[in-house]
């Protein structure tokens, strides 16, 4: 069975940093996309970076490119979300998902799984 556990998270002030992380198990395969939606209040689910675990490339929304890295370790099939200069606007519910294959596609009903997410909370 497939798990999609998430980390980090939390309260943080306007131009801080906060790091989430996401720990995938029971994978059989190893060629995927993973990555990070968000969801704020009254919003619909919003797909903002992933990585492809065949290529290692990357795909960021752009209203976080600058700001957001994602990274992977696929020996660990783990992956990581730096955000940095966080805004209010940021602030939402941070899910992990995953998709098989290499596509980097933002679009929720493309994901198969998902974590339970984990709340960003940025004050002004």
């Known amino acids: 069975e497939v798990q999609l556990v998430e980390s980090g998270g939390g309260l943080v002030q306007a131009g801080g940093s906060l790091r989430l992380s996401c720990a995938a198990s029971?994978?059989?395969?190893?060629?995927?996309?993973i990555g990070w939606f968000r969801q704020a209040p009254g919003k619909e689910r919003e797909g903002i970076s992933f990585?492809?675990?065949?290529?290692?490339?990357?795909w960021h929304t752009n209203s976080v490119k600058g700001r957001f890295t994602i990274s992977s370790d696929n020996a660990k099939n783990t992956v990581s979300l730096q955000m940095n200069s966080l805004q209010p606007e940021d602030t939402a519910v941070y899910y992990c998902?995953?998709?098989w294959g290499d596509g980097l596609d933002p679009t929720a009903y493309e994901y198969d799984y998902w974590g339970q997410g984990t709340q960003v909370t940025v004050s002004s």
């Open positions: 998902s995953l998709k």
């Open positions: 029971g994978l059989p395969f190893d060629d995927y996309a």
């Open positions: 990585i492809n675990s065949k290529f290692g490339k990357t």
